[in-house]
């Protein structure tokens, strides 16, 4: 998440912080209540949608990894059959 979106959605909890703590003045057939439900809508969407980022992050990094980690494998596979063949020459 950068930090444009971090503050984004800082400001969204903090408004629905309000809300909350006034929910007198915000009945639910109010437009202002109208605008916490939609508020609540855009939290969790956010949420959800953060969440899976950082999953899709996750999941890159442990590829990238692996990908590391296979190919010191391979480099050292080779280079053990490297040494294998010279013992083999005619």
Do not use: C, N, W
């Amino acid at each position: 998440m950068s930090d444009k979106q971090r503050r984004h959605f800082e400001r969204l909890t903090r408004v629905e912080s309000y809300g909350e703590a006034h929910a007198a003045d915000f009945p639910e057939t109010s437009k202002g209540g109208q605008a916490l439900a939609r508020l609540r809508e855009l939290i969790a969407h956010d949420t959800l949608r953060a969440t899976t980022q950082r999953a899709r992050q996750q999941a890159t990094g442990s590829r990238s990894d692996g990908r590391k980690d296979l190919r010191a494998q391979l480099v050292a596979i080779a280079k053990t059959a490297e040494t294998i063949g010279l013992d083999h020459r005619k």
